[in-house]
Each structure stands twice: as structure tokens, then as C-alpha cells.
């Protein structure tokens, strides 16, 4: 693709889209004693890459794929339409996202996560209709808390004219980094050894957007649904605390 | 002395700020940012398109919360009020509000900020910019939202996206050279408070030369000394908001709604 620029953009955790006030997890599971030091944060991170991460990266390309829908045949010249293409046109996107809403919906078990999805959806979205006003916010599901974040990037990347799979590296890139400097700030951590850890788990991040773009392809109720029970049980633990530094 | 920047003249023993008596219909001794003579800022205020937003940013102490408190008590019968705070906000922090009589804990929003108070403010003001959205949604139409920010330093600032107007409170116990120090806060904020005067004999903070260094650092923008233990309704900082106040809505008139609350 050529937007290299764009695709660093949308990565960029000083993107204003409330990245910096969510510690993916983090916060809940260091106040648990889980995770207390480099090696704890990388087993973490891991964790949430394999679960969080995939999920996201599947349904951000899968939106990114309803995004482009109408475009499918000069996208992929290659080959013709297939039979489980979304269908084109806003009626069509409007369609497939909303069956992507309820699919994702249905992988997220804690009601704690489920609102925190949609409270970044409506944080992305309020930058990207800002920045980008011409992309087909518009068919996102209209519901109160707000579209979920996976879906919100997707349109926004198709809207920056990235590709299916710089759209999942960028959902997966994200939930990497997010809880990483969240390890920073929380557990004062020397912040060139994060980064050296972060350097450590690129090809698996790398692997995972791969994973997750192909998995797009496939119907909303095939695409993954990997979980970790704990972390949902901490985010509904972190949700009750009188004092929280991070919203998630 | 200029006459929108009140120091008061001597340092008192006890007791130093005597209540303000009941705003005279038109106290020019009001500093406002925007003067516009042909506009009558006192009651009743005309009603806003949108809430007047307005940042409270400072120092960690300096009685951010107890400025916020004291506007409330000061506009319960007249606006109608939300609060956005960026603070650590514990439930004790709503109680405390709740207690004072001043606010319904349903006008009342808190942002949680990653430990990056100033990022919250300034570069990314999607979850405050909610916050206000949601109290509109909650409570209905409001005229003015206070957005008190984390505890910072002297470098944090409100980006102009989320926030009308800014007051940056300082206080006298943090030594007299704060102002001297500067900061965008100091130097650029809409107002500059400088807060809890009653303690300035016990500290030995000079008001004279906190005046002199505010007004070296800030120019035309105006600076009003404050104890909120002496006036609990803070009423200079208030007659300020209800300049603001007029100027906004002579801005933003009812019937063209601007975005949102
Ligand atoms: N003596 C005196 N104390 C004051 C005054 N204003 C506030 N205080 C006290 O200063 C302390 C801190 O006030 P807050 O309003 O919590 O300060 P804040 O800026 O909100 O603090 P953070 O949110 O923690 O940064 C409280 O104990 C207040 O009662 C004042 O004018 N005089
Ligand atoms: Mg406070």
C-alpha cells in the first residue's frame, strides 16, 4: 500500500482517540498481584495478543472488508466476487456491520468490556468523523453506548485507504501497546526494556493481524473467539473500584 | 493598581476577606477577558446555544475542588450546572460536594485519565468531551460545565477543543515565586486565581510580589486573589463567569445550536 504515512498515524498511540486512559486489562491485573514485573508484563501481553488481540484484529479487517465491499472486484482483481462477500452498497455495509456488532458482542463476556469497546468506538469515532468526514460512519449500528472500537477502525482505515491487513496490525499493534505503556506508568517499569519486549513479541504480532485478516473472510460467526475468562472477571472487579487510574 | 487585579491591600490576622457585598448592577472592577461594552453581563443572563465550558487546571492542592464547590453554591439558583472532573475522584470527593449541598451527584462526571492527567486535557479530549455530552444527555440542557483537571504541574493547559475558557488556581502555600515561574497555565490561562490569601501570614508568601510577577507574566489577562475560607461563594471568580457567560451567548445565541452540550 502506499500510505505508509497514514497507516503510522492511525498506530500512533498519541492518536486522540483515548488510547492512554485504558491499560487493556493492565491496571486490574497488577492491583491482582498477576503481574508485578518485565517478565509477568510480557506473559500479559502475550496473552491478551492471542485472545483481545485476535478478536479485535478479526472483526477491525472484517468491517474493513464491509468497508470496501463495493470496490471488491478492483481490490482483488484477481478473482470475482465470492458467494460470501458482504454485499455492496450502505444497505449492505449497514447489514454486515450490524451482524458484526452482535457477533462481537456475543465473543465479549464481561458487560464491563462490552461498554469499554463501544466507549473507544465512540472516542475513535469522534476524531475520525472530524478527520475523516466522508468515511460511511453512517452505517455503523446506532446504538446507545456506541459502535465498537474493532468496527470504528475498520471503516476509518478503509477510509485512509489502508489495506485489510495494516488495518488488523493496527488493531493488534494496538492492544500491545496500549497495556504497555500502561506497565510503564503503573508498575514504573524501565521503559527501553518494555520497548525491547515489544520488539520481541512483533513477529507474533505480525502473525496475529495475518491470522486475523485471512480470518475476515469468513462469515461474522466463524470469525474467532478466543478468551480469557480472568481478564473478564478482572474487568468486572475494576469496574467496582472506588479509585481507578485507567477507565479500563 | 489595574483595577481588575484586587490584592488585598494589607494581610489581615483573621478572618482577612470580608464578604463581597451583593454585585452592584454594573461592577466594572470585573475583569473579563473579551470586553464588549454593549453587553450587559448581570441577570438575567441570556441562555446559550451551548454550555460555556470552563477549565479549572492547577497545581495539586491549590483548591481546584474547593473552587468548583464554591461556584456551585454560587450558581445553584441561577444556572444550570455540570461538573466534569479529571481528579483522582473518590466517592468522598462527591460526598463532599453532595454534603455542601452544591451538587446532585448526577451532574457530576468523572474521567478516569491513565495517569496522564495533562494528556486527558490537552491532546486528547475525547473522554472529557463525552463526559460533557453524557451530562447533557443526563440531565438535560445545561449552562455551564465546569471541567476541573487532575492535579498537575505548572505546565498543564486545557486545549481550546475542549474548553471555552480557562482558570489556572494557584495557592499562596506554594510559595510566592509560582507566578515568577510561569508556565502556561500562569501565563495564558483566561484567569488567574491565586488562592487561600488567609494563609499567606503563615507562609510568608508576599501578595505584592505575587501581583507584580502575575501581572509581568500575564499581560492585560486579569488575576484575582481569592480565600475561598473567607468567601465560600468566591464571588469575583464567579461575577467573571457571568461576564464569560454573557459574551458566549452573545456568541452563541439559543435558537443556533452549536454541537454539542
Ligand atoms: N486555608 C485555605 N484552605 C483552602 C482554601 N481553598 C481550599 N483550601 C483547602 O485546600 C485543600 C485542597 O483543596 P482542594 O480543593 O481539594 O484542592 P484541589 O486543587 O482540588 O486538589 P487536587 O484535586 O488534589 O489537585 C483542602 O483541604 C481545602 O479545604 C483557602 O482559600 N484557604
Ligand atoms: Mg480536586
Redesign the interface.
Known amino acids: 500500500m502506499a500510505t505508509p504515512s497514514l497507516l503510522l498515524l492511525l498506530a500512533d498511540g498519541r492518536f486522540p482517540a483515548g488510547a492512554h486512559a485504558h491499560s487493556g486489562g493492565l491496571e486490574a491485573a497488577v492491583a491482582a498481584g498477576r503481574v508485578t514485573d518485565l517478565a509477568s508484563l510480557e506473559a500479559f501481553l502475550a496473552g491478551r495478543l492471542a485472545t483481545a488481540g485476535l478478536v479485535g484484529a478479526a472483526f477491525a479487517a472484517a468491517a474493513h472488508r464491509a468497508a470496501v465491499a463495493e470496490t471488491v472486484g478492483s481490490a482483488h482483481p484477481a478473482r470475482s466476487a465470492r458467494p460470501s462477500d458482504p454485499p455492496a452498497g450502505s444497505a449492505g455495509r449497514s447489514a454486515a456491520l450490524a451482524r458484526l456488532d452482535a457477533e462481537l458482542d456475543a465473543r465479549t463476556a464481561a458487560p464491563a468490556l462490552r461498554a469499554v469497546s463501544r466507549r473507544q468506538g465512540r472516542a475513535l469515532l469522534r476524531a475520525g468523523r472530524t478527520i475523516w468526514p466522508d468515511a460511511r460512519f453512517a452505517d455503523l449500528p446506532q446504538k446507545p453506548g456506541g459502535a465498537h472500537q474493532p468496527l470504528v477502525l475498520g471503516l476509518l482505515c478503509a477510509a485512509a485507504g489502508l489495506s485489510r491487513v495494516e488495518t488488523a496490525t493496527i488493531a493488534a499493534y494496538g492492544t500491545l501497546t496500549g497495556a504497555a505503556s500502561a506497565g510503564v506508568r503503573l508498575l514504573g517499569l524501565d521503559p527501553y526494556q518494555v520497548q525491547a519486549l515489544l520488539v520481541g513479541l512483533a513477529d507474533a504480532c505480525d502473525g496475529t493481524a495475518a491470522d486475523a485478516a485471512r480470518a475476515a473472510d469468513d462469515p461474522p460467526e466463524r470469525l474467532p473467539a478466543a478468551a480469557a475468562p480472568l481478564a473478564d472477571i478482572h474487568a468486572e472487579i475494576h469496574a467496582t473500584w472506588e479509585v481507578r487510574l485507567f477507565a479500563s | 493598581m489595574r483595577p481588575d487585579t484586587v490584592v488585598p491591600s494589607a494581610v489581615p490576622a483573621v478572618e482577612p476577606i470580608t464578604p463581597p457585598p451583593a454585585t452592584p448592577p454594573h461592577d466594572e472592577t470585573v475583569p473579563h477577558t473579551h470586553p464588549e461594552p454593549g453587553v450587559d453581563p448581570h441577570p438575567p443572563l441570556a441562555r446559550a446555544g451551548r454550555a460555556l465550558r470552563v477549565g479549572i487546571g492547577g497545581p495539586v492542592g491549590s483548591g481546584k475542588t474547593a473552587l468548583v464547590a464554591a461556584l456551585c453554591r454560587a450558581f445553584a439558583d441561577e444556572l444550570r450546572l455540570g461538573v466534569v472532573t479529571n481528579d ?4 468522598e470527593d462527591a460526598d463532599f460536594l453532595r454534603r455542601a449541598g452544591v451538587l446532585d451527584p448526577a451532574r457530576i462526571r468523572a ?6 492527567p495533562h ?2 486535557i490537552r ?5 472529557n ?2 463526559a460533557v455530552d453524557e451530562l447533557a444527555e443526563a440531565v438535560g440542557p445545561l449552562d455551564l460545565v465546569l471541567v476541573e483537571s487532575g492535579g498537575d504541574n505548572l505546565t498543564a493547559t486545557f486545549s481550546r477543543g475542549l474548553v471555552d475558557r480557562q482558570i489556572f488556581v494557584v495557592d499562596v502555600a506554594g510559595g510566592d515565586k509560582v507566578p515568577r515561574k510561569g508556565g502556561p497555565g500562569v501565563t495564558a490561562a483566561d484567569l488567574l486565581v491565586i488562592n487561600k490569601t488567609d494563609l499567606a501570614p503563615m507562609v510568608g508568601a508576599d501578595l505584592a510580589v505575587m501581583d507584580r510577577d502575575a501581572r509581568a507574566r500575564r499581560g492585560d489577562l486579569p488575576t484575582l486573589f481569592l480565600s475561598i475560607v473567607g468567601d465560600p461563594t468566591a464571588t469575583s471568580v464567579a461575577d467573571w463567569i457571568r461576564h464569560e457567560l454573557a459574551h458566549h451567548a452573545a456568541l452563541h445565541p439559543l435558537d443556533v445550536p452549536v454541537g454539542p452540550a
Open positions: 483522582i475522584y473518590t466517592t474521567v478516569e485519565t491513565g495517569c496522564c494528556t486527558a491532546d486528547d479530549i475525547g473522554a468531551l463525552d
